[in-house]
């Protein structure tokens, strides 16, 4: 990421290759700025979803510098039809392959159909793709993600379990192929831009910020019958289902605790979170003399989208704007650990290391499709994650087996406690 490249090059500045670095910082800006006129070839791995359309919305007010050129989805080929239509990608891809054949015959010659796993990595591979966003829900997009790393492809990534699970194996991949990894997630994008000519050595701690989701002020004894459609009613962000589970729960704090920390290399100590109901301050850096930098904006993910494909510049972007004086106020809150136990949970798995974090996201993953589905009350969530992590040794992460063997056991475990 830019920031790590700015600390590496304050790092030989002080061992006395200034000149040099000037020198190498002008000829990068002549030779790796893209013209204006040069069209950035874009895959989007979850494309009909939340993040993914607004992806493509980003990416159609940019024309002249981005083309969504290839998508891919689970199985909604419906969705991926209108999206064909309407943006005219090269190629898809479905990772369904049953779908993907009832695609072929649905889209006749107009694009290229590929299907599996393996179709979506030979796409997201391929020699015109320029950046890569990463936006699959849950676990399944570790796989494409990794290819594309390995690819050197530009990664934007909103895909945060896939950092979740393979945080170790991510980061030493990016660094031995050299891949810059941006994030969408509007909490890492706010740390980023706070960040942004600052030394890792003056930063004392992160920020998250937190909505608090529906049941902020909901007494924990009412948790146990909260519905379904309670929780899929979150006050700010309009998002997938479940990812706005697990801002109900505060596991997506906690899984963005965790997140933080590989983005940004950190111990959990220096990570906080506050509830921040309004949503407006998207996180904090606070530095070693006590100085807070902030980012806000409304809650809108297009914002930290389209910073994430232009970054390290900013471009303008039309909408709505914060209006101050119209804002009545903003108030933070320490989280509620007791009742909230998923963000206590996240942060346990992260000090444990290796594979725990793969255990606690793919508990997750499992808890939530069953509160999806009726099969268990809310508060059973942050039970079945629990007893997933007690019955776990977390072993080291030195390949993708060890996190996929991780990954299979806890959903084995948490589905025969169901
Ligand atoms: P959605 O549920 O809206 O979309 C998910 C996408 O992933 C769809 O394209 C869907 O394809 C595909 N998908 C669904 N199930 C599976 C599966 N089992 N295996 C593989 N792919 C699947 O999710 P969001 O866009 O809300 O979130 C995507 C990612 O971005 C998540 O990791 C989330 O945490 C993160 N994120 C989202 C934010 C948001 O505002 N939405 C904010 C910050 C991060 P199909 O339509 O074919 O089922
Ligand atoms: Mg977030």
């Not at 998508?71 to 991926?80: C, E, F, K, T």
């Not at 704090?253 to 509830?275: C, N, R, S, T, Y």
């Amino acid at each position: 990421m830019g920031w790590k490249i700015e600390r590496k090059s304050s790092q030989c500045k002080a061992e006395g290759c200034g000149v040099t670095l000037t020198l190498l910082r002008l000829l990068r800006t002549i030779f790796f700025t893209p013209m204006p006129s040069a069209l950035r070839n874009i895959a989007i791995l979850g494309a009909t979803g939340s993040i993914g359309r607004n992806s493509l919305q980003v990416i159609k007010t940019l024309s002249d510098r981005f083309r969504a050129t290839y998508l891919v989805v689970h199985r909604n080929i419906d969705g991926l039809m209108s999206l064909i239509t309407e943006h005219h990608p090269k190629g898809v891809a479905v990772l369904d392959e049953s779908c993907a054949d009832v695609l072929r015959k649905k889209a006749g010659n107009t694009v290229e159909v590929l299907g599996g796993m393996k179709g979506v990595k030979e796409l997201v591979g391929r020699d015109d793709v320029d950046l890569v966003i990463s936006a699959l829900v849950g676990f399944a997009g570790l796989e494409p993600t990794l290819e594309a790393i390995r690819k050197g492809k530009t990664i934007a990534l909103a895909n945060k379990e896939t950092l979740v699970a393979g945080g170790e194996l991510i980061t030493k991949l990016l660094q031995e192929h050299g891949t810059p990894l941006i994030p969408i997630d509007s909490e890492h994008s706010a740390i980023l831009q706070c960040l942004v000519g600052e030394e890792h050595s003056a930063v004392a701690r992160l920020i998250l910020t937190a909505s608090g989701g529906p049941f902020l002020t909901t007494p924990i004894e009412n948790l146990v019958s909260v519905t379904v459609e309670q929780a899929l009613n979150h006050p700010n962000w309009k998002m997938g289902n479940k990812i706005t589970i697990d801002s109900a729960t505060l596991m997506n704090k906690g899984l963005e605790v965790i997140e933080a920390h590989w983005l940004f290399h950190l111990p959990p100590a220096q990570i906080d979170v506050v509830i921040h109901p309004q949503s407006i301050i998207h996180s904090m850096v606070e530095f070693v003399d006590g100085s807070v930098k902030a980012q806000l904006g409304l809650p809108d993910m297009k914002l930290p989208i389209q910073y994430a494909l232009t970054y390290p510049n900013r471009t303008p972007m039309n909408g709505a704007r914060v209006d101050f004086p119209g804002l009545k106020s903003m108030t933070f809150f320490e989280p509620d650990r007791r009742k909230f136990r998923c963000l206590e949970l996240a942060y346990g798995a992260l000090e444990l290391g290796g594979t725990a974090p793969a255990v606690l996201n793919a508990a997750n993953e499992v808890a939530v499709e069953a509160f999806l589905q009726r099969k268990i009350p809310f508060q059973k969530i942050p039970d079945l994650i629990g007893k997933a992590l007690d019955a776990h040794s977390p072993g080291p992460v030195s390949d993708l087996d060890h996190i996929l063997e991780a990954d299979r056991s806890a959903r084995m475990r948490v589905t025969s406690l169901l």
